[in-house]
C-alpha cells in the first residue's frame, strides 16, 4: 500500500540553525513527493514538489530531493527563521487522484 | 491569491447530531476534496469529487458522510449521525483538472464531538 513516516516532532531550532526532516515512503508504482506546510490560522500550503527520481523540490530556501533508492523525501533548510515555524507535512500521490500524508512535524524557530 | 475558503473555523456538536462542514473552492477549480485529521495522527483522505460525483473515497467515507454542490460554489460535507471519533480538523481543497496533486486547501475546520 501507500504510506509516509515522518520524523516525530516537535522539533526545536534556534534561529539560522540547519532542519532536516526525516520522510521516509511505501508507495506502489512511481509516486510524486509533496511537502506542505501550515503556518497557525492558515491552510496546507504546497512548498515543494518532486515528481520523478533524483529531483530536487526547492522554495523558499528550503529543498528536498526524490531519493528512490532509500525511498526517502528529506526536507531541508540551511538556515532557519522565526517565520519558519510550522507545521510541515510529507505527502505522496500516485496515479489516483489523492494524496496520502505523514502526521505532520511542528517546527518552532526562536530568536 | 485565490483562497479556498472554510467554515465555520471550529464547530462543537453532541453525539448523534448531524453536522454539515462548508467549504467554497476556487472558483476555476474541477476536483474537489475532504481529508481530515485526527489529533495527533496523519491527514486522510476521505473523498473526492469531479463533475457532480463522487470519483473515489476512502474506507473513513461511510454511510454517514455525504458531500454535496449544492449551487456551483458551496462544496459541502455532511455527517449524518456525529460519533465521538469524529473529531477531528477538517480540510477542504480543491485543484484545476491537469494539476500535479498541487491542491489548494483551506484553513481547516475543527470538529469536536461531545
Known amino acids: 500500500g501507500n504510506s509516509v513516516t515522518q520524523m516525530e516532532g516537535p522539533v526545536t531550532l534556534s534561529e539560522e540553525a540547519f532542519l532536516t526532516i526525516n520522510c521516509t515512503y511505501t508507495a506502489t508504482g512511481y509516486p510524486s513527493l509533496f511537502w506542505y506546510v501550515q503556518y497557525p490560522g492558515e491552510g496546507l500550503q504546497l512548498l515543494l514538489k518532486a515528481t520523478k527520481a533524483d529531483d530536487k523540490g526547492s522554495n523558499k530556501g528550503f529543498e528536498a530531493t526524490y531519493r528512490k533508492e532509500t525511498t526517502s523525501f528529506h526536507l531541508e533548510k540551511g538556515s532557519v527563521q522565526v517565520s519558519d515555524s510550522a507545521v510541515y507535512f510529507c505527502?505522496?500521490?500516485?496515479?489516483?487522484?489523492?494524496?496520502?500524508f505523514g502526521t505532520g512535524t511542528r517546527l518552532t524557530v526562536i530568536p | 491569491e485565490p483562497e479556498v475558503t472554510q467554515t465555520p473555523s471550529h464547530q462543537v456538536t453532541q453525539m448523534g447530531q448531524e453536522v454539515i462542514l462548508r467549504c467554497v473552492p476556487i472558483?476555476?477549480?474541477?476536483?474537489f476534496y475532504w481529508y481530515r485529521q485526527i489529533l495527533g495522527q496523519k491527514v486522510e483522505f476521505l473523498v473526492s469529487?469531479?463533475?457532480?460525483?463522487?470519483?473515489?473515497k476512502s474506507e473513513i467515507f461511510d454511510d454517514q458522510f455525504s458531500v454535496e454542490r449544492p449551487d456551483g460554489s458551496n462544496f459541502t460535507l455532511k455527517i449524518r449521525s456525529t460519533k465521538l471519533e469524529d473529531s477531528a480538523m477538517y480540510f477542504c481543497?480543491?485543484?484545476?483538472?491537469?494539476?500535479?496533486?498541487?491542491?489548494?486547501f483551506g484553513s481547516g475546520t475543527r470538529l469536536t464531538v461531545v
Open positions: 469529487f469531479y463533475n457532480n460525483e463522487i470519483s473515489e
Open positions: 481543497a480543491s485543484s484545476q483538472l491537469s494539476q500535479p496533486g498541487g491542491y489548494t
Open positions: 472558483s476555476n477549480h474541477l476536483y
Open positions: 505527502a505522496l500521490r500516485t496515479g489516483a487522484n489523492n494524496l496520502f
